[in-house]
């Protein structure tokens, strides 16, 4: 668990959920002919300004815990 940039997040997960939310996400940023996304979050993504984490645990109160910790990254 950390807050990592695309390149890392992309290297790290060939697969999974993580892999298959990024990539829905990279491909909604992608699309030009949709009305989402606004034109500041397609700057952000291509100017490598955005920081990406993942929960580990599903258990409620250790996901409070680790959101918290990511947020303090």
């Not at 996400?25 to 100017?47: D, M, W, Y």
Request: hydrophobic fraction near 35%; include cysteine; charge should be negative.
């Amino acid at each position: 668990m950390g807050i990592e940039k695309e390149n890392a997040i992309l290297e790290k997960y060939k697969t999974g959920l993580e892999f298959d939310a990024f990539s829905s996400f990279l491909t909604k940023l992608g699309n030009r002919e949709s009305r989402f996304p606004c034109i500041p979050a397609v700057h952000g993504q291509t100017q490598n300004h955005f920081r990406y984490g993942f929960i580990d645990d599903r258990k409620k109160e250790l996901q409070e815990e680790q959101m918290a910790s990511l947020l303090k990254e």
